[in-house]
């Protein structure tokens, strides 16, 4: 059995003993453990000049870095093998949700907290004695082995798993039972309805397919109304209990709140700044697409939508009101112009579930990147079981185990969805790109940048000349006039622009549920008070202050950050700019495919593989100016990406009231 840790020094593991050897200068120097910014004040221990009263020597500085190289060789061996272990028991739970799997993943989760618990602290109690006296790589990696919060009380750490897989388990088993006759008249897809009685649907992907193609009002009300009535009560306890628990381990390491601990993977004292300067920056746009729509559905539903002010938020195509292309239909500007929707056309032309994702790889082929793995065609889950449960919320899954990547989707035959494999298969492409780094650098640059990588291969594959080359939009189609352009960019608004308030406000209000400043009592009333601040929407109906309607978005129960998205949304246009000035092209943004010349994708690819190779080695800016030549997130080139759309709404919006 592995053991390790500051109470087992006197053991004869590897660590045991290396950590004893660090701990004669911890003394030296004394430690509590303080939580305190740490920086490389220098590149090399030769470098540093010694004050002749300092205990510590240049012979000392030597002993220490061999000590410090020789523990992190073998943190980072441990932490290897205790993800992998993790990612394995994770996965076969989310795709057969069996007591007994759930029974192995709460064991594995736990005994890997406890790991996770003792290194940290060792790691800690190493920065507190060798701070600015190793080289900076070192420094580095004992900062990301040191963060995060920590729960020492065995019985909290078990409740804590515990509640984390309960939650999942709600969110994912939960369902709404429809009345017989409810879905008569209503074009369902490949959903599967039973031919009497009621017919019970989970969130995803069933009910969220419905509130992108019901029109009726009521009845869309209805199934908003009833998600979040039947899985929010049930998951409030819970997650309160939860936050309390992820405090108590924040707080534990000197963290005031889990806050603090999210915002520090972004190594910038004043990110948050950051972050509401790039919203004043794109809110105009925002505000401009809000009028438009709303006009829209004003002018469909009549005055249960009003001509001015907020919008409600279920008649927007989606079931959490983030991406609205489900209502193109319903606010095409150019109705007889031709736009790049191509659910029909891969339909049409006998796409399958695996050749979809086919297409997604060779498009990541054509910029130099290595075919997906056998092990990945022979592992994911691309389609929902018929015969057990699962978490049907797409996701990518790096295995910690070589080139074992997996993509976990219940995928159906739609735009969205073939988006969504370019978006996941990102992810994986990103794994496999860093998959030597240690493994404490084997994460994105930051959480954001994993995010966008998959979306920004998107930007072009969503290309209407990309879209033409495959043979889903056909060639004779003119997507170059003026009224297809506005339509092409419109669908692009509705989902990328569409999502950005909704990516920033989630989080916002999750930070004051950590910070205390939101209590449970207040949970739904600051809910709906960040969505009509950011968004412009307002409930279907009348929300109690009970209710927990943030539980019925997936992120929220399982505990997942999304300032990462609402980052990603913004990063994804500037990776794209990059990679289309080192193609060699030269037109509108908006148009831009980055394989489409041979020599010019090679040369993107090399600078995008790269900035990937970096994993988290490097400060994220650092890894952003190789590709971009900048250290600074920039909303310019999403701005210029929908421009054409945003002088064409300031046009349509002149008589219109702009704002809620």
Same mark, same amino acid.
């Given at each position: ?47 540093? $000049? ?571 800016? $650092? ?38």
């Amino acid at each position: 059995m592995y053991t390790t840790g500051l109470e087992a020094m006197t053991g004869k593991t590897r660590m045991g003993l290396l950590l004893a050897a660090l701990l004669t200068l911890i003394a030296a120097q004394g430690s509590n453990a303080a939580r305190k910014e740490y920086s490389c004040a220098a590149d090399t221990p030769a470098d540093i $000049e010694f004050d002749a009263s300092d205990p510590v020597t240049s012979a000392d500085v030597v002993n220490t870095e061999i000590v410090v190289l020789a523990w992190l060789e073998e943190a980072n061996s441990e932490r290897n093998h205790w993800a992998h272990i993790g990612a394995e028991s994770s996965w076969n739970w989310e795709t057969n949700m069996t007591q007994h799997n759930q029974d192995i993943a709460s064991a594995v989760a736990i005994k890997a907290v406890n790991w996770t618990r003792i290194i940290s602290h060792e790691a800690l109690d190493t920065l507190e004695a060798v701070d600015d006296i190793i080289d900076c790589d070192s420094m580095r990696q004992l900062k990301f082995f040191s963060s995060g919060g920590s729960i020492d009380d065995q019985d909290q750490v078990k409740r804590m798993t515990n509640l984390s897989i309960s939650l999942t388990e709600i969110y994912s088993k939960t369902t709404v039972c429809l009345p017989e006759g409810f879905l008569t008249g209503v074009d369902t897809g490949d959903i599967v309805i039973p031919e009497s009685g009621p017919a019970c649907l989970n969130a995803e992907p069933t009910l969220a397919a419905l509130m992108e193609t019901i029109r009726d009002y009521d009845k869309l009300e209805y199934i908003w109304q009833a998600w979040r009535d039947e899985v929010g009560p049930k998951l409030k306890p819970l997650y309160t209990e939860y936050i309390d628990l992820l405090n108590v381990g924040a707080m534990n390491r000197g963290y005031s709140d889990t806050s603090e601990i999210w915002l520090e993977g972004y190594e910038q004292s004043d990110f948050e700044q950051t972050v509401d300067a790039l919203w004043l920056e794109v809110k105009p746009l925002y505000e401009q697409l809000h009028a438009y729509v709303r006009n829209k559905l004003h002018e469909y539903y009549g005055d249960a939508v009003p001509a001015a002010g907020p919008i409600p938020a279920h008649v927007l195509g989606n079931m959490w009101s983030q991406n609205w292309q489900g209502i193109f239909d319903l606010v095409k500007p150019y109705p007889d112009a031709a736009d790049v929707e191509i659910t029909a056309a891969l339909k049409d032309q006998g796409y399958t579930v695996t050749s979809m994702f086919q297409s997604a790889d060779e498009f990541y082929q054509s910029l130099g990147f290595d075919p997906m793995p056998a092990s990945f065609w022979e592992k994911s889950m691309f389609v929902e079981p018929p015969d057990r449960d699962v978490v049907c919320h797409g996701s990518a899954h790096f295995m910690h185990n070589g080139t074992d990547v997996r993509i976990k989707m219940c995928t159906e035959i739609n735009q969205y969805d073939f988006f969504t494999i370019h978006h996941e298969m990102g992810h994986c492409q990103y794994y496999l790109q860093y998959l030597d780094m240690e493994s404490v650098y084997a994460e994105g640059a930051n959480d954001a940048f994993h995010e966008a990588v998959g979306d920004t291969m998107a930007l072009s594959v969503l290309s209407s000349d990309h879209l033409k080359r495959i043979g889903l939009i056909d060639s004779d189609v003119d997507l170059a006039s003026n009224e297809s352009t506005i339509n092409v960019l419109m669908h692009m608004a509705l989902q990328k622009v569409a999502f950005l308030p909704f990516g920033l406000m989630l989080d916002k209000w999750r930070w004051g549920v950590f910070q205390g400043t939101t209590t449970p009592d207040q949970y739904n009333d600051e809910w709906w008070r960040f969505r009509l601040e950011y968004q412009g929407l307002v409930p279907a109906t009348p929300r109690d202050s009970s209710l927990f309607d943030a539980g019925a978005k997936y992120h929220v129960p399982n505990n997942v950050p999304y300032l990462r998205y609402y980052l990603s949304y913004i990063l994804q246009f500037q990776f794209h700019d990059a990679l289309c000035g080192l193609s060699g092209y030269d037109g509108d943004l908006y148009t831009c495919d980055v394989s489409e010349s041979k020599e010019g994708a090679t040369l993107a690819g090399e600078k995008w593989r790269y900035m990937l190779s970096l994993g988290r080695s490097k400060p994220w800016w $650092e890894a952003l100016q190789t590709l971009t030549g900048t250290t600074k997130i920039s909303s310019a080139p999403i701005l210029k990406y929908f421009a054409p759309l945003y002088d064409w709404l300031l046009e349509q919006n002149d008589q219109t009231n702009i704002g809620w």
